[in-house]
């Protein structure tokens, strides 16, 4: 069975910093492209950053800078650090595994920007 199991959201002031984790099982992990996705109610779901199983990475042009994916293959586990947070950034933030054609998704979990 496979499962995704983001980690590390909450409330947060604006200028601060959070670190979000996903650890995957059920999966050859290394061999996935990982991504993290947010969603603000009644928007579509947006990337916000992938990194593929070479540790290549892409970022949504409005978080470059601020917010960095990595990943650790020897703990089956994605991670996005959040620094510089905006009220904008406030979403569920979810993990994805992609080996095409599969996908899997977290559950995700909440950040929430506000002072």
């Known amino acids: 069975q496979v499962r995704l199991v983001e980690s590390g959201g909450g409330l947060v002031q604006p200028g601060g910093s959070l670190r979000l984790s996903c650890a995957a099982s059920?999966?050859?992990?290394?061999?996935?492209?990982m991504g993290w996705y947010r969603q603000i109610p009644g928007k579509q779901r947006e990337l916000v950053a992938v990194?593929?199983?070479?540790?290549?990475?892409h970022y949504l042009d409005s978080v470059k800078g601020r917010f960095t994916i990595s990943r650790d293959n020897a703990k089956n586990t994605v991670y996005l650090q959040m620094n510089s947070l905006q009220p904008e950034d406030t979403a569920v933030y979810y993990c994805?595994?992609?080996?095409?054609?599969?996908?899997?998704w977290g559950q995700g979990t909440q950040v929430t920007v506000s002072s």
């Open positions: 994805k595994a992609s080996w095409e054609p599969t996908n899997y």
């Open positions: 990194i593929s199983s070479s540790g290549s990475t």
């Open positions: 059920g999966i050859i992990f290394s061999r996935y492209l």
